[in-house]
Nanobody, 118 residues
Framework: QVHVEESGGGLVQAGGSLSLSCVISGRSGRGIGVGWFRQAPGKDREYVAAISWSGDSTYYGDFVKGRFTISEDNAKNMVWLRMNGLKPEDTAVYYC???????????WGRGTQVTVSS
């Protein structure tokens, strides 16, 4: 099985920064990459960013506009999401997910709450 665990959420003022981390573990392996998603109350889940374990491919949702940076540590099976210039509309539960060899996001963490106050 695979275990996915996020950490690093919290409360921050608008304009502030937070770093989220995600660790992938388990016997089924870490897949080919990791994605971050978010879901705000009453809204659909939204794609935030993704990275391959090789580190040479990163992807971002359109709303990010240079504010977020995704990075990885191969040795630790860990991925970070650095979020700068946070806005109240970034308030959501942020989820990390493993991307399997079929490119599907197949294992998900429980999420970490990010709240941005105005």
């Amino acid at each position: 099985q695979v275990h996915v665990e996020e950490s690093g959420g919290g409360l921050v003022q608008a304009g502030g920064s937070l770093s989220l981390s995600c660790v992938i573990s388990g016997r089924s392996g870490r897949g080919i990459g990791v994605g971050w998603f978010r879901q705000a109350p009453g809204k659909d889940r939204e794609y935030v960013a993704a990275i391959s374990w090789s580190g040479d491919s990163t992807y971002y949702g359109d709303f990010v506009k240079g504010r977020f940076t995704i990075s990885e540590d191969n040795a630790k099976n860990m991925v970070w999401l650095r979020m700068n210039g946070l806005k109240p509309e970034d308030t959501a539960v942020y989820y990390c997910a493993r991307q399997g060899s079929d490119y599907r996001y197949d294992y998900w963490g429980r999420g970490t709450q990010v709240t941005v106050s105005s």
